[in-house]
């Protein structure tokens, strides 16, 4: 079949990878995809928040399948529109993806259905947002409740901090629209998971288990971003962890959606803290995170095609998914100056090298200028390998870095240390 892939980031750089290699699959087309998913989609340059060039391109080339990548237009209802036109689409329509665009929609949701989370208010005015922030003290946490990219989230540590923090989102200042509702929470304490699952109707598929790391230093330091590095399994999600997320968090918010007549069809990512009370919903999103998504198609063994297009279908019962035993890590190369303001198209040279020395490269923000790879995005590379045990992994990646020439590019030299640390402390 032909899939079209919706999207041009590293997610959608390893989803046209993997469904490359589907048998299922005989043509895979990306809009607008970049330099890199190039060697794996023919790329047509519509924007993913072009929901109507998307709509056209879709049209025009009749994909038996398209998936949507990024969350903004799948809150922008792009899914909703192609299904109109009788399209195979997996991600969903436009209401179920509030679950992501709406953060307060979320976490009520979330409280409705039962589900485990930090306890929390919804504000739009900034004295009560004080009030409460004052009452609760620090540490707390203080969300845009819109779309901001990985980036409108804040853990206060300081109580002037968390309501300057408050004040500046609600008057719009930092994140416009998406700031003019405040999730005031409580600040919960533990380790962090991502818990991904296909879903389709009332037919909810978990994925391998993975983790990133949203801090741009090294041990975790530095603002939130949209991700430096990720690798799977996660080591803490242990299978009665797994359980208790898809019973206590996945099932009950579908089920709770269902009943305000909403169906989610699509990745459904829980971002989820394992607290000495078990784990708790940190947040929703509508769609494979990124870099997660690149360690697992690195290590999904099944057909992706297959799978989504079930998905999309709802045929997706008595479905499975099997993987490698090996742990991938990913590490992601940002451009200097990230999540700020950062020189575009800059040359980045040594790729085959890195590719030579066992990495994988799954692209992000680039494009090809004169014959040359150059940065355009924030975060540019994602350098993946596999190995027996995660620090085996991260020493393959980090190995290949040595050959990566852009001097204007960073990473993390760190990912994967919580595993490793858990690691050695069982040998
Ligand atoms: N209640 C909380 N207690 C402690 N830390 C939190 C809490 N909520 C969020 N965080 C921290 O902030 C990060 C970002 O929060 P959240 O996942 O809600 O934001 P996001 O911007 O939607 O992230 P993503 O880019 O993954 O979608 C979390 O990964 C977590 O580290
Ligand atoms: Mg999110």
């Known amino acids: 079949m032909k899939v079209l892939v919706v999207g041009g980031g590293g997610r959608e750089h390893a989803l046209c990878?993997?469904?490359?290699?589907?048998?299922s699959v005989s043509e895979v087309v990306c809009a607008p995809g970049n330099a890199g998913i190039k060697r794996d989609a023919r790329c047509v340059a519509v924007g993913a928040e072009d929901i109507d060039g998307q709509v056209r391109l879709a049209r025009a080339e009749q994909p038996e399948l398209i998936v949507v990548g990024p969350e903004v237009p799948l809150v922008l209802g792009l899914a909703d529109r192609l299904r109109a036109f009788g399209f195979s689409v997996f991600g969903p329509d436009q209401a179920a993806a509030e679950l992501e665009g709406s953060k307060s929609f979320s976490k009520v949701l979330m409280a409705e259905a039962g589900v485990p989370t930090a306890r929390f208010e919804v504000h739009t005015d900034a004295n009560l947002a004080e009030h409460t922030i004052r009452e609760w003290g620090a540490p707390i946490v203080i969300k845009a409740s819109g779309l901001a990219a990985g980036k409108g989230v804040i853990v206060a540590d300081d109580v002037e901090d968390a309501v300057l923090v408050a004040r500046d989102m609600l008057a719009g200042n930092s994140f416009g629209k998406a700031g003019s509702q405040v999730v005031v929470?409580?600040?919960?304490v533990g380790e962090e998971a991502s818990c991904l699952f296909i879903v389709s109707g009332d037919m909810i598929l978990p994925l391998a288990s993975s983790q990133d790391h949203k801090r741009l230093l090294n041990g975790d330091g530095g603002p939130n971003t949209g991700g430096m590095g990720a690798?799977?399994?996660?080591?803490?999600?242990?299978?009665?962890?797994?359980?208790?997320?898809?019973?206590?968090?996945?099932?009950?918010?579908?089920?709770?959606?269902?009943a305000r007549g909403i169906e989610f069809v699509g990745t459904l990512y829980a971002g989820v803290m394992l607290t000495a009370d078990g784990?708790?919903?940190?947040?929703?999103?509508?769609?494979?995170?990124?870099?997660?998504?690149?360690?697992?198609?690195?290590?999904?063994?099944?057909?992706?095609?297959?799978?989504?297009?079930a998905a999309a279908r709802k045929e997706l019962d008595?479905?499975?998914?099997?993987?490698?035993?090996?742990?991938?890590?990913?590490?992601?190369?940002?451009?200097?100056?990230?999540p700020g303001s950062f020189e575009k198209g800059q040359i980045i040279g040594g790729l085959d090298a890195v590719e030579e020395a066992g990495a994988a490269v799954f692209h992000a923000g680039t494009r090809?200028?004169?014959?040359?790879?150059?940065?355009?995005?924030?975060?540019?590379?994602?350098?993946?390998?596999?190995?027996?045990?995660?620090?085996?992994?991260?020493?393959?990646?980090?190995?290949?870095?040595?050959?990566?020439?852009?001097?204007g590019g960073f990473y993390r030299k760190d990912i994967g240390y919580r595993a490793i640390a858990r690691e050695k402390s069982l040998n």
């Open 185 to 188: 929470e409580e600040c919960l």
């Open 279 to 309: 784990p708790k919903a940190l947040e929703f999103n509508v769609r494979f995170g990124d870099p997660e998504c690149q360690p697992l198609m690195s290590r999904l063994k099944s057909d992706l095609g297959r799978v989504l297009l």
């Open 17 to 23: 990878w993997k469904l490359k290699r589907s048998p």
């Open 231 to 258: 690798y799977s399994p996660a080591p803490c999600v242990t299978p009665d962890v797994a359980d208790m997320v898809l019973e206590q968090i996945a099932r009950p918010t579908i089920a709770a959606l269902k």
């Open 368 to 407: 090809e200028e004169d014959g040359h790879i150059v940065n355009i995005g924030g975060r540019v590379l994602g350098v993946n390998a596999l190995g027996a045990t995660v620090a085996e992994a991260q020493k393959t990646v980090y190995a290949a870095l040595e050959h990566l020439d852009w001097p």
């Open 318 to 338: 008595g479905a499975t998914l099997e993987w490698e035993d090996q742990t991938a890590l990913c590490v992601v190369i940002a451009s200097d100056g990230y």
